[in-house]
Protein backbone atom coordinates (compact mmCIF):
# COMPACT_ATOMS: atom_id res chain seq x y z
CA UNK A 1 0.00 0.00 0.00
CA UNK A 2 1.37 3.57 -0.48
CA UNK A 3 0.19 5.78 2.16
CA UNK A 4 1.55 9.25 0.76
CA UNK A 5 -1.41 12.11 -0.05
CA UNK A 6 -1.85 11.56 -3.68
CA UNK A 7 -4.77 10.57 -5.13
CA UNK A 8 -4.03 6.52 -6.00
CA UNK A 9 -4.97 4.36 -9.12
CA UNK A 10 -5.95 1.23 -7.72
CA UNK A 11 -6.55 -0.56 -11.52
CA UNK A 12 -6.10 -0.46 -15.20
CA UNK A 13 -9.68 1.06 -15.25
CA UNK A 14 -8.99 3.47 -12.88
CA UNK A 15 -5.56 4.56 -14.91
CA UNK A 16 -7.10 4.69 -18.14
CA UNK A 17 -10.21 7.28 -17.03
CA UNK A 18 -7.57 9.42 -15.39
CA UNK A 19 -5.61 9.57 -18.37
CA UNK A 20 -8.65 9.58 -20.94
CA UNK A 21 -10.76 12.30 -18.92
CA UNK A 22 -7.73 15.09 -17.85
CA UNK A 23 -5.41 16.42 -20.46
CA UNK A 24 -2.11 16.71 -18.32
CA UNK A 25 -1.22 13.65 -16.30
CA UNK A 26 1.99 12.43 -13.86
CA UNK A 27 1.52 9.00 -13.10
CA UNK A 28 4.65 7.77 -10.19
CA UNK A 29 4.87 4.14 -10.34
CA UNK A 30 6.67 2.40 -7.26
CA UNK A 31 6.80 1.72 -3.74
CA UNK A 32 7.46 3.19 -0.59
CA UNK A 33 11.32 3.08 -0.84
CA UNK A 34 14.13 5.44 -0.58
CA UNK A 35 13.96 6.26 -4.62
CA UNK A 36 10.30 6.43 -4.61
CA UNK A 37 9.50 8.34 -1.41
CA UNK A 38 11.45 12.09 -2.60
CA UNK A 39 9.52 11.59 -5.69
CA UNK A 40 5.99 11.39 -4.27
CA UNK A 41 6.71 13.81 -2.15
CA UNK A 42 7.69 15.85 -5.02
CA UNK A 43 4.36 15.43 -6.71
CA UNK A 44 2.55 15.89 -3.72
CA UNK A 45 4.18 19.56 -3.16
CA UNK A 46 3.82 20.59 -6.76
CA UNK A 47 0.06 19.88 -6.91
CA UNK A 48 -0.83 23.21 -5.73
CA UNK A 49 1.59 24.65 -8.34
CA UNK A 50 0.55 22.67 -11.60
CA UNK A 51 -3.19 22.91 -10.84
CA UNK A 52 -3.54 22.02 -14.68
CA UNK A 53 -1.87 18.68 -14.59
CA UNK A 54 -3.15 15.47 -12.54
CA UNK A 55 -0.64 13.83 -10.35
CA UNK A 56 -1.16 9.99 -9.05
CA UNK A 57 1.21 7.05 -7.91
CA UNK A 58 0.30 3.67 -8.67
CA UNK A 59 1.89 0.67 -6.20
CA UNK A 60 4.20 -1.20 -8.63
CA UNK A 61 3.76 -4.81 -7.11
CA UNK A 62 0.20 -4.27 -7.83
CA UNK A 63 -0.50 -6.48 -10.79
CA UNK A 64 -3.21 -3.66 -12.32
CA UNK A 65 0.10 -1.81 -13.08
CA UNK A 66 0.85 -3.55 -15.66
CA UNK A 67 -0.78 -0.84 -17.90
CA UNK A 68 2.36 1.29 -17.00
CA UNK A 69 5.02 -1.90 -16.71
CA UNK A 70 4.15 -2.61 -20.24
CA UNK A 71 4.65 0.70 -21.61
CA UNK A 72 7.27 0.67 -24.27
CA UNK A 73 8.63 3.69 -23.08
CA UNK A 74 9.84 1.99 -20.16
CA UNK A 75 11.94 -1.00 -22.05
CA UNK A 76 15.26 -0.64 -20.55
CA UNK A 77 13.66 0.44 -16.86
CA UNK A 78 15.66 -0.84 -14.22
CA UNK A 79 14.94 1.48 -11.13
CA UNK A 80 11.52 2.62 -9.43
CA UNK A 81 9.92 4.41 -9.40
CA UNK A 82 9.11 4.57 -13.28
CA UNK A 83 7.33 7.83 -13.69
CA UNK A 84 5.26 8.35 -16.93
CA UNK A 85 3.78 11.79 -18.15
CA UNK A 86 0.26 11.57 -20.17
CA UNK A 87 -0.79 14.57 -22.84
CA UNK A 88 -4.20 13.61 -23.72
CA UNK A 89 -4.00 10.20 -23.08
CA UNK A 90 -0.35 9.43 -24.39
CA UNK A 91 3.04 8.92 -23.19
CA UNK A 92 5.14 11.99 -24.24
CA UNK A 93 8.17 11.57 -21.34
CA UNK A 94 8.82 8.49 -18.82
CA UNK A 95 11.83 8.52 -16.11
CA UNK A 96 13.14 5.62 -14.03
CA UNK A 97 14.37 6.14 -10.33
CA UNK A 98 14.95 8.80 -8.35
CA UNK A 99 14.68 12.67 -10.12
CA UNK A 100 15.09 15.83 -8.60
CA UNK A 101 12.43 18.58 -8.09
CA UNK A 102 14.35 20.60 -10.61
CA UNK A 103 14.09 17.57 -13.30
CA UNK A 104 10.64 17.26 -12.37
CA UNK A 105 9.37 20.67 -12.77
CA UNK A 106 11.55 20.72 -16.10
CA UNK A 107 9.46 18.21 -17.17
CA UNK A 108 5.88 19.64 -16.55
CA UNK A 109 7.18 22.95 -17.75
CA UNK A 110 8.10 21.49 -21.21
CA UNK A 111 5.45 18.86 -21.63
CA UNK A 112 2.63 20.38 -19.73
CA UNK A 113 3.03 24.15 -20.57
CA UNK A 114 0.09 26.39 -20.41
CA UNK A 115 0.51 28.62 -23.30
CA UNK A 116 -3.05 28.91 -24.93
CA UNK A 117 -2.82 27.34 -28.50
CA UNK A 118 -3.90 29.51 -31.19
CA UNK B 1 13.25 44.00 8.69
CA UNK B 2 10.15 42.75 7.95
CA UNK B 3 8.42 41.22 11.41
CA UNK B 4 6.40 38.57 9.90
CA UNK B 5 9.19 37.44 8.41
CA UNK B 6 11.73 37.54 11.96
CA UNK B 7 11.35 34.82 13.91
CA UNK B 8 13.75 33.75 16.98
CA UNK B 9 15.01 30.88 15.30
CA UNK B 10 15.51 29.29 11.97
CA UNK B 11 16.32 25.90 11.43
CA UNK B 12 17.79 24.98 8.31
CA UNK B 13 17.11 21.26 7.18
CA UNK B 14 13.75 18.70 8.45
CA UNK B 15 15.52 15.64 8.95
CA UNK B 16 15.52 14.33 12.70
CA UNK B 17 17.64 16.46 13.72
CA UNK B 18 16.20 19.36 12.55
CA UNK B 19 12.68 18.42 13.50
CA UNK B 20 13.56 17.77 16.81
CA UNK B 21 15.13 21.12 17.26
CA UNK B 22 11.82 22.69 16.09
CA UNK B 23 9.87 20.63 18.65
CA UNK B 24 11.96 21.65 21.34
CA UNK B 25 12.21 25.47 20.40
CA UNK B 26 8.31 25.64 19.81
CA UNK B 27 7.74 24.03 22.90
CA UNK B 28 10.15 26.47 24.46
CA UNK B 29 7.94 29.53 23.31
CA UNK B 30 10.73 30.15 20.97
CA UNK B 31 9.01 31.28 17.35
CA UNK B 32 10.62 28.96 14.84
CA UNK B 33 11.04 28.24 11.14
CA UNK B 34 12.22 25.50 9.89
CA UNK B 35 13.28 25.66 5.84
CA UNK B 36 14.00 22.27 3.85
CA UNK B 37 15.47 22.07 0.41
CA UNK B 38 14.20 18.51 0.18
CA UNK B 39 11.82 15.89 1.80
CA UNK B 40 11.05 16.25 5.30
CA UNK B 41 12.68 13.90 7.36
CA UNK B 42 15.65 13.76 5.53
CA UNK B 43 17.48 10.53 5.55
CA UNK B 44 15.20 9.18 7.57
CA UNK B 45 12.62 8.73 5.11
CA UNK B 46 14.89 6.46 2.60
CA UNK B 47 15.09 3.71 6.06
CA UNK B 48 12.34 0.80 5.28
CA UNK B 49 12.54 -0.11 8.85
CA UNK B 50 13.93 1.54 11.65
CA UNK B 51 13.93 -1.55 14.56
CA UNK B 52 16.38 -0.09 17.30
CA UNK B 53 14.77 3.66 18.12
CA UNK B 54 13.69 3.13 21.36
CA UNK B 55 10.33 2.94 22.83
CA UNK B 56 9.10 2.26 18.95
CA UNK B 57 9.20 -1.45 18.59
CA UNK B 58 9.42 -1.05 14.58
CA UNK B 59 8.57 1.81 12.46
CA UNK B 60 9.11 2.90 8.63
CA UNK B 61 11.58 5.89 8.36
CA UNK B 62 8.50 7.81 6.42
CA UNK B 63 5.77 7.03 9.18
CA UNK B 64 8.45 8.28 12.01
CA UNK B 65 9.27 11.33 10.00
CA UNK B 66 5.54 12.25 9.39
CA UNK B 67 4.99 11.63 13.02
CA UNK B 68 7.96 13.91 14.21
CA UNK B 69 6.72 16.39 11.80
CA UNK B 70 3.71 16.39 13.25
CA UNK B 71 4.47 17.04 16.67
CA UNK B 72 6.76 19.83 15.72
CA UNK B 73 3.82 21.73 13.95
CA UNK B 74 1.54 20.89 16.74
CA UNK B 75 3.81 23.56 19.22
CA UNK B 76 3.29 26.10 16.75
CA UNK B 77 6.68 25.01 14.41
CA UNK B 78 6.39 26.67 10.78
CA UNK B 79 7.71 24.04 8.28
CA UNK B 80 8.37 25.19 4.98
CA UNK B 81 10.14 22.28 2.63
CA UNK B 82 11.17 21.95 -1.06
CA UNK B 83 12.69 25.21 -0.92
CA UNK B 84 15.83 26.45 -2.48
CA UNK B 85 17.91 28.98 -0.92
CA UNK B 86 19.50 31.86 -2.56
CA UNK B 87 21.52 33.60 -0.03
CA UNK B 88 22.62 33.10 3.51
CA UNK B 89 24.24 35.57 5.90
CA UNK B 90 25.09 33.89 9.22
CA UNK B 91 27.51 36.70 10.51
CA UNK B 92 25.25 39.72 11.30
CA UNK B 93 23.54 39.73 14.81
CA UNK B 94 20.52 39.30 12.62
CA UNK B 95 20.57 36.35 10.45
CA UNK B 96 19.35 36.07 7.28
CA UNK B 97 18.25 33.46 5.10
CA UNK B 98 17.13 34.70 1.56
CA UNK B 99 15.00 32.11 -1.17
CA UNK B 100 15.61 31.77 -4.90
CA UNK B 101 12.07 32.92 -4.74
CA UNK B 102 12.53 35.64 -3.49
CA UNK B 103 11.28 35.63 0.42
CA UNK B 104 13.83 36.83 3.15
CA UNK B 105 13.49 35.45 6.72
CA UNK B 106 15.68 36.73 9.09
CA UNK B 107 16.30 35.31 12.98
CA UNK B 108 18.08 36.17 15.94
CA UNK B 109 19.83 32.14 16.14
CA UNK B 110 20.50 29.72 13.22
CA UNK B 111 20.39 26.11 13.88
CA UNK B 112 22.18 24.31 10.37
CA UNK B 113 21.05 20.72 9.85
CA UNK B 114 21.02 20.08 6.31
CA UNK B 115 22.62 16.45 6.99
CA UNK B 116 23.92 14.38 3.95
CA UNK B 117 23.09 12.39 0.91
CA UNK B 118 24.59 9.26 -0.76
CA UNK B 119 28.12 9.85 -2.68
CA UNK B 120 28.63 9.34 -6.52
CA UNK B 121 30.80 7.99 -8.39
CA UNK B 122 30.96 11.43 -10.67
CA UNK B 123 32.57 9.20 -13.45
CA UNK B 124 31.02 9.36 -17.57
CA UNK B 125 27.89 7.19 -18.29
CA UNK B 126 26.59 7.11 -14.36
CA UNK B 127 24.00 9.84 -14.82
CA UNK B 128 22.67 8.38 -17.95
CA UNK B 129 22.45 5.07 -16.67
CA UNK B 130 20.62 5.76 -13.12
CA UNK B 131 17.38 4.04 -13.12
CA UNK B 132 18.63 1.62 -16.32
CA UNK B 133 21.38 -0.56 -14.05
CA UNK B 134 22.92 1.64 -12.05
CA UNK B 135 20.59 1.91 -8.54
CA UNK B 136 21.81 3.19 -5.15
CA UNK B 137 19.38 0.61 -3.33
CA UNK B 138 19.07 -2.91 -3.27
CA UNK B 139 15.89 -3.30 -1.89
CA UNK B 140 14.13 -0.90 -4.58
CA UNK B 141 15.44 -2.64 -7.10
CA UNK B 142 16.88 -5.78 -6.68
CA UNK B 143 14.21 -7.84 -8.37
CA UNK B 144 15.01 -6.36 -11.61
CA UNK B 145 18.36 -8.27 -11.63
CA UNK B 146 17.24 -11.62 -11.07
CA UNK B 147 19.30 -14.10 -12.55
CA UNK B 148 21.78 -11.11 -13.43
CA UNK B 149 25.31 -10.78 -12.74
CA UNK B 150 25.94 -7.47 -11.42
CA UNK B 151 28.47 -5.25 -9.45
CA UNK B 152 28.84 -3.57 -5.93
CA UNK B 153 30.84 -0.93 -5.60
CA UNK B 154 32.00 0.07 -1.93
CA UNK B 155 33.58 -1.68 1.03
CA UNK B 156 31.61 -0.02 3.33
CA UNK B 157 28.98 -1.98 5.91
CA UNK B 158 26.14 -0.83 3.37
CA UNK B 159 28.08 -2.39 0.20
CA UNK B 160 28.64 -5.45 1.54
CA UNK B 161 25.26 -5.79 3.68
CA UNK B 162 23.45 -4.90 0.23
CA UNK B 163 25.90 -7.49 -1.92
CA UNK B 164 24.58 -9.94 0.43
CA UNK B 165 20.80 -9.25 0.09
CA UNK B 166 20.94 -9.01 -3.45
CA UNK B 167 22.65 -12.43 -3.71
CA UNK B 168 18.55 -13.44 -3.59
CA UNK B 169 18.20 -12.15 -6.96
CA UNK B 170 21.63 -12.09 -8.88
CA UNK B 171 23.62 -15.12 -10.13
CA UNK B 172 26.51 -13.67 -9.58
CA UNK B 173 27.54 -10.47 -7.53
CA UNK B 174 31.33 -8.98 -7.91
CA UNK B 175 32.03 -6.26 -5.13
CA UNK B 176 34.58 -3.55 -6.37
CA UNK B 177 36.61 -1.54 -3.99
CA UNK B 178 39.79 0.97 -4.34
CA UNK B 179 41.24 -0.15 -0.85
CA UNK B 180 42.85 -3.83 0.09
CA UNK B 181 41.08 -4.07 2.90
CA UNK B 182 36.72 -3.29 3.80
CA UNK B 183 36.23 -0.73 5.96
CA UNK B 184 32.84 -2.85 7.04
CA UNK B 185 32.53 -4.71 10.51
CA UNK B 186 34.07 -8.17 10.80
CA UNK B 187 30.84 -9.75 10.43
CA UNK B 188 29.43 -8.07 7.41
CA UNK B 189 32.62 -8.97 5.89
CA UNK B 190 32.53 -12.62 7.02
CA UNK B 191 28.96 -13.16 5.75
CA UNK B 192 30.12 -11.82 2.42
CA UNK B 193 32.83 -13.43 2.19
CA UNK B 194 31.28 -16.92 3.01
CA UNK B 195 29.01 -16.27 -0.19
CA UNK B 196 29.78 -18.51 -2.84
CA UNK B 197 27.85 -15.85 -5.02
CA UNK B 198 30.03 -12.74 -3.71
CA UNK B 199 33.46 -12.42 -5.21
CA UNK B 200 36.25 -9.70 -4.62
CA UNK B 201 37.72 -7.29 -6.68
CA UNK B 202 40.34 -5.39 -4.57
CA UNK B 203 42.06 -2.18 -4.88
CA UNK B 204 40.17 -1.69 -8.26
CA UNK B 205 37.80 1.35 -9.49
CA UNK B 206 35.02 1.80 -11.95
CA UNK B 207 36.28 4.44 -14.69
CA UNK B 208 33.27 4.68 -16.89
CA UNK B 209 29.85 3.14 -17.36
CA UNK B 210 28.75 2.15 -20.88
CA UNK B 211 25.73 0.20 -22.54
CA UNK B 212 22.69 1.18 -25.16
CA UNK B 213 19.77 1.36 -23.69
CA UNK B 214 20.80 0.10 -20.26
CA UNK B 215 24.40 -0.56 -18.88
CA UNK B 216 26.43 -3.39 -20.21
CA UNK B 217 29.50 -3.05 -18.99
CA UNK B 218 32.25 -0.62 -16.94
CA UNK B 219 35.36 -0.05 -17.49
CA UNK B 220 37.62 -1.32 -14.24
CA UNK B 221 41.40 -0.11 -13.80
CA UNK B 222 43.33 -1.84 -10.89
CA UNK B 223 45.03 0.73 -8.71
CA UNK B 224 48.08 -1.57 -8.80
CA UNK B 225 48.49 -2.49 -12.03
CA UNK B 226 47.13 0.38 -13.51
CA UNK B 227 45.53 -1.47 -16.07
CA UNK B 228 42.01 -0.87 -17.35
CA UNK B 229 39.63 -3.61 -18.53
CA UNK B 230 36.49 -3.78 -20.02
CA UNK B 231 34.09 -5.72 -17.39
CA UNK B 232 30.63 -7.07 -18.58
CA UNK B 233 27.87 -6.13 -15.87
CA UNK B 234 23.74 -5.97 -16.23
CA UNK B 235 23.66 -3.45 -13.06
CA UNK B 236 26.08 -1.85 -11.22
CA UNK B 237 25.16 -0.79 -7.29
CA UNK B 238 27.02 2.14 -5.80
CA UNK B 239 27.57 2.31 -1.87
CA UNK B 240 30.33 4.53 -1.29
CA UNK B 241 29.22 6.59 1.78
CA UNK B 242 27.61 9.66 2.54
CA UNK B 243 28.87 13.25 1.94
CA UNK B 244 27.53 15.87 4.29
CA UNK B 245 24.84 18.86 2.34
CA UNK B 246 27.29 21.62 3.05
CA UNK B 247 28.45 23.09 0.38
CA UNK B 248 26.42 26.52 0.69
CA UNK B 249 28.05 26.84 4.41
CA UNK B 250 31.52 26.94 2.71
CA UNK B 251 32.91 30.56 4.20
CA UNK B 252 30.38 30.94 6.50
CA UNK B 253 31.10 28.56 9.72
CA UNK B 254 34.01 26.51 10.19
CA UNK B 255 34.00 23.08 8.31
CA UNK B 256 36.92 20.50 8.58
CA UNK B 257 38.77 18.67 5.44
CA UNK B 258 35.62 16.65 4.82
CA UNK B 259 33.00 19.74 4.82
CA UNK B 260 31.43 18.59 8.27
CA UNK B 261 30.59 21.31 10.70
CA UNK B 262 32.46 21.64 13.44
CA UNK B 263 30.78 22.35 16.96
CA UNK B 264 31.64 22.11 20.24
CA UNK B 265 29.63 19.85 22.38
CA UNK B 266 26.71 22.53 22.51
CA UNK B 267 26.64 22.47 19.30
CA UNK B 268 27.70 26.07 18.79
CA UNK B 269 29.92 26.71 15.36
CA UNK B 270 32.61 29.42 15.81
CA UNK B 271 29.95 32.33 14.52
CA UNK B 272 27.75 33.18 17.49
CA UNK B 273 24.16 32.20 17.62
CA UNK B 274 24.66 29.75 15.09
CA UNK B 275 24.49 25.95 15.70
CA UNK B 276 24.50 22.46 13.94
CA UNK B 277 22.93 19.07 14.33
CA UNK B 278 22.73 16.00 12.80
CA UNK B 279 24.59 13.91 10.01
CA UNK B 280 26.24 17.38 8.62
CA UNK B 281 28.31 17.92 11.95
CA UNK B 282 32.12 16.13 12.35
CA UNK B 283 31.28 13.08 14.61
CA UNK B 284 31.93 9.61 14.38
CA UNK B 285 28.38 7.86 14.39
CA UNK B 286 25.19 8.64 12.34
CA UNK B 287 21.76 7.72 13.48
CA UNK B 288 18.27 8.82 13.73
CA UNK B 289 19.64 8.55 17.49
CA UNK B 290 22.22 10.57 17.52
CA UNK B 291 20.80 13.36 15.14
CA UNK B 292 17.86 13.44 17.38
CA UNK B 293 20.09 14.17 20.68
CA UNK B 294 22.21 16.83 18.78
CA UNK B 295 19.18 18.40 18.21
CA UNK B 296 18.10 18.32 21.28
CA UNK B 297 20.95 19.90 22.42
CA UNK B 298 21.03 22.46 19.63
CA UNK B 299 17.91 23.72 20.48
CA UNK B 300 18.87 23.87 24.22
CA UNK B 301 21.57 26.14 23.71
CA UNK B 302 19.76 28.51 20.67
CA UNK B 303 16.95 28.58 23.25
CA UNK B 304 19.72 29.99 25.60
CA UNK B 305 21.32 31.93 23.74
CA UNK B 306 17.85 34.09 22.64
CA UNK B 307 17.22 34.14 26.34
CA UNK B 308 20.05 35.79 26.99
CA UNK B 309 19.21 38.34 23.83
CA UNK B 310 15.88 39.05 25.18
CA UNK B 311 17.26 39.82 28.96
CA UNK B 312 20.26 42.05 27.16
CA UNK B 313 17.99 43.79 24.86
CA UNK B 314 15.59 44.61 28.20
CA UNK B 315 18.46 46.15 30.05
CA UNK B 316 18.58 50.14 29.72
CA UNK B 317 21.41 51.17 28.09
CA UNK B 318 24.60 52.32 30.42
CA UNK B 319 25.14 55.37 31.10
Known sequence: M?????????????????????????????????????????????????RHVKFYDMEFDNPESHVIRSLPEVRGFMGIPFTIYYKDGKVVKATSSIQTREQVKAILDREFSTTVKA | MNTANHYDAIVIGAGPAGLTAGIYLSRARVRTLILNEGAVG???????????????ESISGY??????????????????????IDSLDLSSPVKQVKLTEGTVYTADAVILT???????????????????????CATCDGDFFTDKEIIVIGGG????????????????????????????FEHAVEEARNNPKISFLMEFVITR????????????????????????TDGA??????????????????????????????????????????????????????????GTVAALAASAFINELRIKNKQPAEI
Not at chain 2, 42 to 56: C, D, F, K, S
Not at chain 2, 114 to 136: A, H, M, N, Q
Request: aromatic share 10%; net charge neutral.
Open chain 2, 63 to 84: QLAGIMKKQAKSFGCEIKSNIL
Open chain 2, 209 to 232: FFGNEKLESVDIKGLASGVTRNFK
Open chain 2, 42 to 56: GQMVLTHEIANYPGV
Open chain 1, 2 to 50: LYTNLKHLESAADHRKAISENENVMVICGRMGPMCIPVYEIAEELEEEY
Open chain 2, 157 to 184: NSALEEAVSLTKYASKVTVVHQFDHFQA
Open chain 2, 114 to 136: PGGRSRTLGVKGEDEFKGRGISY
Open chain 2, 237 to 294: FIFIGYVPNTEFLKGKVNLNQWGEIIVDSNMKTNIEGVFAAGDSIAKKYRQVTTAVAD
